[in-house]
């Protein structure tokens, strides 16, 4: 049956009908020596494939691990007497006698005088990435840490990228052959993998200075593209090694992703960079064509200027040795719009498309959110963003955004507020989430809009239990403006003695929730976690709490407050059915006034009941 489906392949494809491509035969790595001379192709400008040789130097043996080793080779032609090892060759194929050895994937620091390369052999970039498990998430690895802020992203992406180091931590450790040993050790322990190209398209110099201060320290080399995928020639033909390929991270009204080369493809499966991305095992990352304008030579490090392309697969594997993937399909991407509107400019609407993974998802969403912004809001003054909108989930409820910005760079704020739960419902270790979109409404005013709050009060000097009251508000506008708000609070029938109203702002009662209960909270669920990010208290609210020293406790993870001493004495008796916190006060009861502006300000106020129902 067999002899019958090769044979009737052979005709078909003698008649044009389809094309059986040739077997690429691999060489061992026991089979290579010193002085023999292979044949690379790599891609430096256009779409045409360039040959450039290899004089094999040696072999460097079981330094990164067992079994692990780098062929060193020297490198001749095209432009590489003047650029040396190019930024964007990693994946180059090399050759010899027809046989695929492996890929350039690793060169000396900076300022070498030869163009001296190591290539990772194919049997283990191959063997590397075999798995086809599916990445679980991993708390306190690849993770943002909360609030955001730029160092916050900066660490996590270095912690993400700790995978750029030397090929060997010592020279001592480094095992050569074919060439002395001295000058292997020294040599194993300059070698490092080719800094990876980032390309940015549709980015502002804040953003881009952005992306490069966060990945420029993991071996990345961060660059403006010359354009997008639509402005680049459609590649006419199947893919070849050698070819340039990308990795998008980020597409749309903006892009961001990787370039590198193709190593080697078998049948639909496609090997490259001969290094590790982020080193994250198992991704779904898109596979992208690559379009090369030139390669720039430098003294300190050449590299490649490319442009992502068209999404031609999915990047499954990101391993020490190489990425891999397949062709066809690219993955399923989260969409993030944005619409934007502003006092001085007609309403406009973005759209971007994040990838699919637990740090990235949430960087992403910040780099697109501060993009937007900062290409069209000013950046110096005072200014206000009112953000609105939900992000959506396959199994879960909405998030939903509301809040207000304001000051003289609310950029970064209104830019954390958006991904910073994204970051804690990813990277949660109950159980996957699957997200669906971000749809988020900005509505900006060159101004700044604040409220203080400056004094609270009631009519009613001693208030009875089991009335409503009006509490009075006073506060005060940026400019001065007074205005006093009143809101109903409802006093309950049960309560006595002496009571405390707080009237404050959102940020002062986290901070006295998460000191006072929430630190006492540890959600059970994803259920959980998002009612109490819907429950996060906003910078466009006045809040007000009745207080009382009546005791309750956190139970499993929710908030009760004002429990009878017989349910308390029961709970404190009896843990083996989950977990218990006891909460020193409780809350008789809350309520909220929105706001147009954001506010700041503290006050208490105490109030005696009227214990005397007859009057």
Do not use: C
């Amino acid at each position: 049956m067999k002899i019958r489906v090769l044979l009737l392949s052979v005709a078909l494809a003698a008649f044009g009908w389809v094309r059986v491509p040739a077997a690429t035969a691999l060489m061992p790595i026991d089979e290579i020596k010193p002085g023999m001379v292979g044949t690379g192709q790599t891609v430096f400008q256009g779409a045409e494939l360039t040959a450039f040789k290899a004089h094999i130097i040696g072999v460097l043996k079981n330094v990164q691990g067992p079994q692990r080793s780098l062929i060193l080779a020297k490198l001749e032609g095209g432009p590489l007497a003047d650029t040396g090892v190019i930024a964007g060759m990693s994946g180059s194929p090399v050759y010899v006698n027809g046989r695929l050895i492996g890929a350039v994937s690793y060169a000396i620091g900076s300022f070498p005088k030869e163009p001296i390369a190591g290539i990772t052999p194919i049997r283990e970039m191959i063997d590397a990435t075999a798995q086809t498990t599916r990445r679980a998430p991993a708390p306190g690895q690849a993770r943002i840490e909360l609030p955001i802020t730029r160092e916050g992203l900066a660490a996590a992406v270095r912690a993400a990228s700790a995978r750029i180091g030397s090929f060997a931590n010592r020279p001592a450790d480094v095992q050569s052959i074919g060439l002395p040993a001295a000058a292997g050790a020294q040599l194993g322990a300059l070698l490092r993998p080719i800094a990876t190209p980032l390309v940015m398209s549709g980015v502002n110099p804040e953003t881009a200075g952005l992306l490069s201060s966060l990945f420029s320290d993991g071996g990345f080399q961060p660059m403006l593209s010359g354009g997008s995928a639509a402005d680049v020639p459609k590649a006419s033909g199947p893919l070849r090694p050698g070819d340039p390929l990308g990795v998008s991270l980020l597409s749309g009204d903006a892009e961001f992703g990787a370039t590198g080369t193709v190593t080697h493809i078998d049948g639909d499966r496609v090997y490259a960079f001969g290094h590790p991305f982020f080193n994250f095992g198992p991704t779904t990352f898109a596979m992208t064509r690559a379009y090369v304008h030139t390669s720039l030579p430098s003294l300190m490090s050449s590299f490649k200027i490319a442009t992502l392309g068209d999404v031609i697969g999915t990047v499954q594997q990101d391993r020490a040795t190489a990425i891999a993937g397949t062709l066809g399909k690219g993955p399923s991407m989260i969409p993030v719009n944005v619409t934007l509107e502003s006092e001085h400019a007609p309403r406009r609407t973005f759209h971007y498309t994040v990838v699919n993974d637990q740090m990235f998802t949430p960087l992403l969403t910040y780099v697109a959110l501060f993009n937007t912004l900062g290409n069209f809001e000013r950046q110096v003054g005072a200014a206000t963003f009112s953000v609105t909108g939900k992000a959506r989930f396959e199994q879960h409820a909405d998030l939903d955004y509301d809040d207000i910005f304001t000051g003289d760079n609310p950029i970064t704020g209104a830019s954390a507020y958006v991904a910073g739960p994204l970051t804690m419902l990813l990277a949660n270790d109950i159980e996957p989430v699957a997200m669906k979109s971000v749809d988020l409404s900005i509505v900006t005013a060159e101004s700044a809009r604040t409220s203080t709050i400056e004094r609270v009060w009631l009519d009613e000097v001693r208030p009875r239990a089991g009335r409503t009251v009006p509490l009075k508000v006073l506060t005060h506008s940026y400019r001065g403006a007074e205005k006093i708000s009143t809101i109903p609070i409802e006093i309950p029938a049960n309560a006595s003695g002496q009571l405390t109203v707080m009237v404050t702002d959102g940020r002062q009662l986290n901070q006295i929730e998460q000191r006072e209960v929430r630190r006492a909270l540890q959600p059970q669920s994803v259920a959980q976690i998002i009612r109490v990010l819907n429950e996060t208290r906003r910078n466009n609210r006045v809040y007000v709490r009745l207080l009382t020293g009546t005791p309750g406790a956190v139970v499993n993870g929710e908030a009760l407050t004002s429990l009878p001493p017989s349910v308390l004495a029961v709970l404190e008796g009896d843990r083996s059915g989950g977990d218990f916190t006891p909460i020193r006060s409780a809350t008789l009861g809350e309520w909220e006034l929105p706001m147009d502006s954001a506010v700041t300000g503290t006050r208490v106020l105490t109030i005696d009941l009227d214990t005397h129902p007859g009057r």
